[in-house]
Nanobody, 125 residues
Framework: QVQPVESGGGLVQAGGSLRLSCAPSGRTFSTYATGWFRQAPGKERDFVAAISRGGGSTYYGDSVKGRFIISRDNAKNAVYLQMNSLKPEDTAVYYC??????????????????WGQGTQVTVSS
């Protein structure tokens, strides 16, 4: 079992950048397809991005394509979400999630087995 732990959230002005990190406690992360989701107050948890175990395949939600980049460094046992050109509508709690080994990344929150506690990202206008 793996427990994702997010870091790197904060307050940023519109147009700025942030990089979120996800590093697990417990087992090595390299055997888990990993995704980022976000949830704004009163809204559902939405897919942001996902990456395969080896990092060779990445997937993005339509609202972040061209602005966010997901990556992983298995040597450092971490997954990252580089967020550029941030907009006020990107404000949300961002969650890192991992799927059980042998599964490919999923666009659906229910497809993930392990979740972090989340990190707040606030983009001011």
């Amino acid at each position: 079992q793996v427990q994702p732990v997010e870091s790197g959230g904060g307050l940023v002005q519109a147009g700025g950048s942030l990089r979120l990190s996800c590093a697990p406690s417990g087992r090595t992360f390299s055997t888990y397809a990993t995704g980022w989701f976000r949830q704004a107050p009163g809204k559902e948890r939405d897919f942001v991005a996902a990456i395969s175990r080896g990092g060779g395949s990445t997937y993005y939600g339509d609202s972040v394509k061209g602005r966010f980049i997901i990556s992983r460094d298995n040597a450092k046992n971490a997954v990252y979400l580089q967020m550029n050109s941030l907009k006020p509508e990107d404000t949300a709690v961002y969650y890192c999630a991992a799927r059980n080994p042998s599964y490919s990344p999923s666009y659906v929150a229910a497809g993930y087995d392990y979740w972090g506690q989340g990190t707040q990202v606030t983009v001011s206008s």
